[in-house]
T-cell receptor
Framework: KQEVTQIPAALSVPEGENLVLNCSFT??????LQWFRQDPGKGLTSLLL?????REQTSGRLNASLDKSSGRSTLYIAASQPGDSATYLC??????????FGQGTRLTINP | SQTIHQWPATLVQPVGSPLSLECTVEGTSNPNLYWYRQAAGRGLQLLFYSVGIGQISSEVPQNLSASRPQDRQFILSSKKLLLSDSGFYLCALGQSGETQYFGPGTRLLVL
């Protein structure tokens, strides 16, 4: 059974810092890994998708890496801003087009 | 572009009452559709997914059911709500190997 774990559960940093969010998964047989952002009381917004054959993806200040063999992914946020405050969710796609989510990291960027 | 509508946005229901949540999508045809639940203190849990009209797969045994009467309509139902059905319900659509797009969600409180 695939399990996804995100550490830390919550993170608070001052504005301008670079930061890393971690995601680990137990079964390396995945199709892709995705990072989502969720604002309070809202749905999920897709940030980055890494196919199983890829090592990383970049979008603006965000960079996500994937190491399938070790079952790990990281989301790097450069020059953090207060608008980055949200919960970040990692999810892996397994057979049957089913996403398995981690519990999320609640990020607070302090001005 | 793809758009997902969910209603109602918020719902307060007594225990034992019926439930019907609706999800409709635009800008795509023959999508995979998903119902997720996000309960307080827990991650996103996949409840049902559908690959086509009338085709429903259930992920976990529960008090809920789903139906897909039209290609772009996905309905989540219950005959008798339980307290444990409270949560944030998200509808999502996806195509094979691609990211999933999430709707705005319905917040359900069962009292």
């Amino acid at each position: 059974k695939q399990e996804v774990t995100q550490i830390p559960a919550a993170l608070s940093v001052p504005e301008g810092e670079n930061l890393v969010l971690n995601c680990s998964f137990t079964d390396s047989a995945i199709y892709n890994l995705q990072w989502f952002r969720q604002d309070p009381g809202k749905g999920l917004t897709s940030l980055l998708l890494i196919q199983s054959s890829q090592r990383e993806q970049t979008s603006g200040r965000l960079n996500a890496s994937l190491d399938k063999s070790s079952g790990r992914s990281t989301l790097y946020i450069a020059a953090s801003q207060p608008g980055d405050s949200a919960t970040y969710l990692c999810a892996v796609l397994r057979g049957g087009q089913k996403l398995v989510f981690g519990q999320g990291t609640r990020l607070t960027i302090n001005p | 572009s793809q758009t997902i509508h969910q209603w109602p946005a918020t719902l307060v229901q007594p225990v034992g009452s019926p439930l019907s949540l609706e999800c409709t999508v635009e800008g795509t045809s023959n999508p995979n559709l998903y119902w997720y639940r996000q309960a307080a203190g827990r991650g996103l849990q996949l409840l049902f997914y559908s690959v086509g009209i009338g085709q429903i797969s259930s992920e976990v045994p529960q008090n809920l059911s789903a139906s897909r009467p039209q290609d772009r309509q996905f309905i989540l139902s219950s005959k008798k709500l339980l307290l444990s059905d409270s949560g944030f319900y998200l509808c999502a659509l996806g195509q094979s190997g691609e990211t999933q797009y999430f709707g705005p969600g319905t917040r359900l409180l069962v009292l």
